[in-house]
T-cell receptor, first 115, second 116 residues
Framework: AQSVAQPEDQVNVAEGNPLTVKCTYS??????LFWYVQYPNRGLQFLLK??????LVKGSYGFEAEFNKSQTSFHLKKPSALVSDSALYFC?????????????FGKGTKLSVKP | NAGVTQTPKFQVLKTGQSMTLQCAQD?????MYWYRQDPGMGLRLIYY???????DKGEVPNGYNVSRLNKREFSLRLESAAPSQTSVYFC???????????????FGPGTRLTVL
């Protein structure tokens, strides 16, 4: 069975510092991995996805994520956090060859960036 | 280009009442989805429609029905609402490529439903 774990309910970062939001996954075979962001009272917005190839994926708003197959992780990173990055972040995984209905989301990590 | 739209934005129901949540997309996507979001639970799939004319159950389908009215529209119906269905409901759509393709889902703004 597929699963996604986001081990931190909340991450606190000072503005200008680097940020990391952690995600680990479990799936049979090779995964497709996604990060979404949700601002208050809004729907989810796509940030980036890993399909194949380069393990470092660059996405929207200066975010990037690193796929690590041996550690089954896909951590979200940004070199310099902004207050406007404060939001809820979701990692999601789907097995290759799986149906569209099998996109599994983590429980979310609340990112708080303080000035 | 509005993307994915949902109506209503907010709704309060009494236990046993019925209602339909509406969703429409203008991106010519083949696949559409209904999720519910509960605190600390992430998003859980209720139903999805891989293409016009097909629907499939997701993780939490009990108490819900869906209709893929046409390519643009996918509605979610609660026949007899229960307090456990208090949640935020999101509709999403995606381009359906080859089987297993990593299509990105695009989400609507959500419907906040309270069942008393």
């Amino acid at each position: 069975a597929q699963s996604v774990a986001q081990p931190e309910d909340q991450v606190n970062v000072a503005e200008g510092n680097p940020l990391t939001v952690k995600c680990t996954y479990s799936v049979s075979g090779n995964p497709y991995l996604f990060w979404y962001v949700q601002y208050p009272n809004r729907g989810l917005q796509f940030l980036l996805k890993y399909i194949t190839g380069d393990n470092l994926v660059k996405g929207s708003y200066g975010f990037e994520a690193e796929f690590n197959k041996s550690q089954t992780s896909f951590h979200l990173k940004k070199p310099s956090a902004l207050v406007s990055d404060s939001a809820l972040y979701f990692c999601a995984v789907r097995a290759r060859g799986g149906s569209q209905g099998n996109l599994i989301f983590g429980k979310g990590t609340k990112l708080s960036v303080k000035p | 280009n509005a993307g994915v739209t949902q109506t209503p934005k907010f709704q309060v129901l009494k236990t046993g009442q019925s209602m339909t949540l509406q969703c429409a997309q203008d991106m010519n996507h083949n696949s559409m989805y209904w999720y519910r979001q509960d605190p600390g639970m992430g998003l859980r799939l209720i139903y999805y429609s891989a293409s016009e004319g097909t629907t499939d159950k997701g993780e939490v389908p009990n108490g819900y029905n869906v209709s893929r009215l046409n390519k643009r529209e996918f509605s979610l119906r609660l026949e007899s609402a229960a307090p456990s269905q208090t949640s935020v409901y999101f509709c999403a759509s995606s381009e359906r490529g080859l089987a297993g393709a990593p299509d990105t889902q695009y989400f609507g703004p959500g419907t906040r439903l309270t069942v008393l």
